[in-house]
């Protein structure tokens, strides 16, 4: 295998398997700017895989080659239907996030199960609509470089680079974003200036759904192409160590989960490649968790997260 | 309404909120609750050796919840009870199976020490990040816990030597002798050949040492003070980051003891695993229904217990199992939300009141 073969296969998986760590930790990014901790990213993810796969199944009749694109906008509308039993419990009804978060971790694999077994009478199924490699228009005509970063590669993780730069730009350059910052950092003074801390909470988290469906339906729809209750197992938690590596910023998160992404798809086409073939798969795989734990440790500490990031609040008469 | 009556009332409102919502779902779907929910109870409690294993389950539930707990009292939330589960388990295994001809009285605590060891190693990491670095311990215990799942795939497939392992296989190995097994004859044929095992004795002696250390030990006091407040602790001469590394030691070793008693007692071999093993969040959930304290946590753990054993009953009445999962999470839900339980609760009790008030105004 040549040098370029070589690189176009980690190119591409590393965008693949980058995607819904992309979507995900962005989703997450809004959610903690407006001071809501979602350690829920793993349930949210398996709602959007679960949905999209039902979707797929039943309309791929109707839609064709289209269903699976469709299928993660169904997705993307589970997901925050779920997330806002998030939102309800911990902007309203004062829960704790982090037990909070993890109902929605256990809550998801189960009602996804639950519903298959219902549904279709077994514990998984496959999708026949699947999205496949894609070659960029014009690019990937380009000699070497066309061939490494633009053929055989994947159309959703180009889009979901182009999210990024929106989230960060909605974050950064928007009223909405300079009001959901506010209400993540200093939720008394937004109140006091006529922000409705409540809403604009509501709206992170609602974001941070539709953003973990779209996530949890893209893996299902371009990576797993099934669901079961072991399709979403940690890349819910991969996206929140991306959120936190990149500092709880979307282009952060982005670089974050394209660094995830490359240690996931090692793990997984290592064998092909010549020098990544002799460190055992399981270091791979362990790769991100180790990273985001000497990075927060050694880089980040405690001091970077949004300062009421976790804190309830609670408007006083 | 006083505050010791709403502490009991709130999970036992949420518990039968949980059940509702369950029956609510088994409904819409068109199942019907009542049979589901009575062959759960029958298949859970119905037979001395059913409630064997619900007995059984306990034992790990109890020790996980209380290394919740106990990290719980510290200010801590340590998410990691499965990574320290899986890596007592598996470390307590691979020894037992090395050294197969230990004798027993030897062989059981020493299983059990080197399991609780290395569940405490494991909780030492996120402690000491804590208390030095000010890491949150909520994403490092996460993080471990795929770590220690990978780790652990790769010990057994790398690591372990080949004769302890099952033929032609390298996700589990060969079961353990019966001197090193938890198992034994009296309490299984107590209950009529089921697996309960002294598994269950080690976690009550566990709960009664645990409810010790919290109302009557300087480390019980030591801890709840910089659960409550770190800082004036510190003014009061505790060390908050030493309490910080103690109370995820002890966390740490309770769980790690929890996989030993669930590999020992239960499993009776290390079997290779594809997702954090289940007694972690199942303990973290048990901790929170049962307040964080030694009684609530021995009835939350029976009750979830028999939850777990009695679900596979329901396929009886062809509701898929799974729907227990969600009966638990959405307790854990409403223990979440109990600010609404407890608003409405003293309201509930004035409506009552200001109802028998005007009956006796009707009556006279």
């Known amino acids: ?317 | 309404m006083n505050s010791k009556m709403k502490k009991i009332l709130v999970p036992i409102i949420a518990v039968l909120a949980g059940f509702v919502l369950g029956a609510i779902i088994m409904v819409v779907f068109g199942y019907n609750p009542l049979w589901g929910y009575e062959d759960l109870f029958i298949s859970a409690l119905g037979s001395a050796r059913s409630i064997g294993e619900t007995l059984q389950t306990t034992g790990p539930l109890i020790l996980t919840a209380l290394s919740f707990a106990v990290a719980m009292k510290a200010g801590l939330f340590n998410i990691g009870m499965s990574g320290q589960a899986l890596a007592g388990w598996i470390t307590s295994m691979w020894f037992a199976l090395s050294f197969p001809d230990i004798p027993r009285v030897l062989m059981i605590p020493l299983v059990v020490i080197i399991g609780m060891v290395f569940g405490a190693l494991m909780g030492f990491i996120p402690g000491i990040l804590r208390a030095l670095l000010g890491t949150s311990e909520v994403i490092t215990t996460i993080m471990l816990n795929y770590i220690i799942l990978f780790f652990s795939t790769y010990m057994i497939h790398d690591m372990f030597q080949k004769n302890i392992l099952m033929e032609n296989t390298t996700d589990q190995t060969k079961l353990i002798s019966a001197n090193a097994s938890f198992r034994t004859g009296w309490m299984s044929s107590l209950t009529d050949n089921s697996t309960l095992n002294i598994g269950l004795i080690i976690a009550l002696i566990a709960l009664v040492i645990m409810a010790i250390v919290f109302s009557k030990t300087t480390l019980g006091f030591e801890i709840k003070a910089v659960g409550l407040n770190p800082d004036a602790s510190e003014y009061a001469g505790i060390s908050a980051k030493r309490t910080i590394i103690m109370s995820m030691l002890v966390a740490g070793a309770l769980a790690g003891l929890g996989g030993v008693v669930y590999g020992f007692g239960y499993m009776q071999n290390f079997v290779s695993q594809s997702a954090s093993l289940d007694i972690g969040f199942n303990g973290m959930a048990v901790a929170l229904l049962g307040g964080n304290s030694p009684v609530g946590i021995l009835f939350a753990g029976l009750l979830f217990s028999i939850l777990q054993t009695g679900a596979p009953g329901m396929m009886n009445d062809a509701i898929p199992p799974q729907i227990v999962q969600v009966v638990t999470a959405s307790i854990i839900f409403f223990i979440a939300v109990k600010f609404i339980i407890e608003v409405m609760l003293p309201k509930a009790k004035e409506i009552k009141a200001a109802e028998n008030a005007k009956k006796k105004g009707e009556k006279a």
């Not at chain 1, 980690?10 to 001071?35: D, H, K, Q, W």
């Not at chain 1, 309309?59 to 925050?80: D, K, M, N, R, V």
């Not at chain 1, 073939?277 to 990075?295: D, G, R």
């Open chain 1, 1 to 317: 295998m040549n040098l370029v073969n070589t690189l176009q296969i980690i190119v591409a998986n590393m965008l693949i398997y980058s995607t819904p760590f992309i979507f995900t930790s962005i989703g997450g990014v809004f959610s903690e700017r407006g001071g809501i901790v979602n350690v829920g990213l793993e349930g949210i993810m398996t709602m959007g895989a679960f949905s999209s796969v039902v979707f797929n199944l039943t309309t791929a009749s109707i839609f064709g080659s289209l269903t699976p694109w469709i299928s993660i906008l169904f997705g993307a509308l589970i997901g925050a239907v779920f997330a806002s039993l998030h939102a309800v419990a911990t902007v309203n009804f004062r829960a704790d996030h982090i037990v909070s978060g993890t109902v929605l971790n256990l809550m998801a694999p189960a009602l996804g199960v639950f519903l298959l077994q219902v549904l279709y009478n077994q514990g998984q199924i496959n999708i026949n609509e699947q999205i496949g490699y894609w070659d960029f228009p014009l690019l990937s005509k380009i000699p070497i470089i066309g061939q490494i970063f633009f053929s055989q590669t994947s159309l959703p993780g180009f889009l979901a680079i182009v999210v990024a730069f929106i989230a960060w730009y909605v974050l950064f350059k928007t009223r909405f974003g300079l009001r959901l910052r506010s209400v993540g950092e200093n939720p008394q003074a937004a109140d006091t200036l006529g922000i409705n801390v409540y809403a604009y909470r509501w709206a992170g988290v609602l974001l941070s759904g539709v953003l973990g469906g779209i996530g949890g339906a893209i893996y299902a729809q371009a990576i797993s192409g099934n669901f079961a209750v072991s399709t979403i197992v940690g890349q819910g938690f991969i996206s929140l160590a991306a959120m936190i590596f990149g500092k709880w910023n979307p282009i952060g998160a982005m670089l974050a989960s394209l660094l995830f992404g490359l240690s996931t798809s090692l793990a997984v086409v290592g064998g092909q490649i010549p020098g990544i073939k002799e460190i055992p798969s399981a270091f791979l795989q362990m790769a991100p968790y180790v990273f985001t734990i000497v990075v927060l440790a050694l880089f980040l500490g405690k001091a970077v997260a949004p300062k009421a990031d976790g804190v309830n609040y609670i408007k006083s008469k």
